[in-house]
């Protein structure tokens, strides 16, 4: 499970088997966690976030989406 970035409490990965799915971010702090979808950045699901950490996570994803396009291409498409 790639750690791709680490903003305060929060740790941005996604897990290493989910190469077929498409692209998209875990996003997660203590005991709370997010899946949000890259294209569109859209939150795709979520626990133990508030609608404010929520909102504050999915401009956090849209400011660094192609960083995180990035680092799932390099993971899941090496040869590209």
Aim: hydrophobic share 45%.
């Amino acid at each position: 499970m790639p750690t791709i970035l680490r903003i305060g409490a929060y740790r941005f990965f996604f897990y290493a088997n989910e190469g077929s799915e498409p692209l998209h971010i875990h996003v997660q702090s203590a005991r709370s966690l997010a899946k949000f979808w890259l294209s569109p950045v859209l939150l795709a699901s979520s626990t133990g976030f508030s609608a404010k950490e929520l909102s504050k996570l999915h401009g956090i994803v849209r400011e660094r989406e192609q960083f995180f396009k990035e680092a799932w291409n390099e993971f899941f498409n090496p040869a590209r």
